[in-house]
């Protein structure tokens, strides 16, 4: 991957296209957070219920803590102990952004994710905005180690590939910090990619 395929996701994304990318733990699809023909493609192609949230994915964590100004301080010390890495982050979301990323949640919350971006994935730490993304694969179904994991009609209906080659292959832990900032508790909602003592160690 070069920097130049890069720029082409860029412009994918920017124009509400879907682009099928690597990430540190899995493939996965992306599209511009606010584009609602976009969001609505890739939820099209998953063949996923739209009331389910979906995170915003940025490349570096500057970024993420700089478009959630709202976020008070022991949250932020806790996103820079866990990010960048494998892990989704539910995060309280006052200002409701992002609201097609999060959807109906009763609770309020924001999916985040930072991956860590070594290797063959280096160059996507140029990318400037985020996205909204999901793993690539049908709803339920395995998620993609390879791109030719990835189903046939997704891999035909997307914008854009990227192929990084052979990813680790296990889903990002989904830790949820809407309640950190109030009393420290957190709750790892799903173990994947980094383990529960790795998340316990940090918060």
Same mark, same amino acid.
């Given at each position: 991957?070069?920097? @130049? ?7 994918? !994304? ?21 584009? /609602?023909?976009? %969001? ?24 993420? $803590?700089? #478009?959630? +100004? ?13 990010? +960048?890495? *494998? !892990?989704?982050? $539910? ?16 609770? *309020?919350?924001?999916? $985040? ?6 290797? #063959? ?13 999901? &793993? #690539? ?9 390879? !791109?030719?994991?990835?189903? @046939?009609? !997704?891999?035909?209906?997307?914008? $854009?590939?990227?192929?990084? *080659? ?5 889903? &990002? /832990?989904? %830790?949820?910090?809407?309640?950190? @900032? ?17 998340? @316990?160690?940090?918060?």
């Amino acid at each position: 991957m070069t920097p @130049e395929d890069v720029a082409t996701f860029e412009r994918c !994304i920017a124009v509400g296209g879907v682009a099928l990318f690597p990430a540190d733990t899995v493939y996965g699809l992306a599209t511009e957070p606010d584009s /609602t023909e976009g %969001v609505y493609r890739l939820y099209r192609l998953k063949g996923r219920s739209p009331d389910r949230p979906a995170a915003v994915m940025f490349f570096r964590l500057e970024l993420a $803590l700089a #478009a959630l +100004p709202e976020l008070g301080g022991r949250t932020r010390t806790a996103l820079e102990r866990l990010l +960048p890495g *494998g !892990i989704t982050v $539910l995060l309280p979301n006052p200002a409701r952004r992002f609201p097609l990323a999060s959807g109906p949640d009763r609770k *309020g919350r924001l999916g $985040l994710r930072v991956p860590r971006l070594d290797g #063959a994935l280096a160059p996507l730490a140029g990318v400037a905005w985020p996205v909204l993304q999901s &793993s #690539a694969n049908r709803s339920g179904a395995a998620d993609a180690r390879r !791109i030719e994991d990835v189903d @046939e009609p !997704i891999r035909t209906g997307v914008d $854009l590939i990227l192929d990084a *080659g052979e990813l680790p292959g296990t889903p &990002s /832990t989904v %830790v949820d910090l809407s309640s950190y @900032e109030d009393d420290g508790s957190f709750e790892i909602v799903r173990e994947g990619a980094v383990p529960r003592a790795a998340i @316990e160690e940090a918060l």
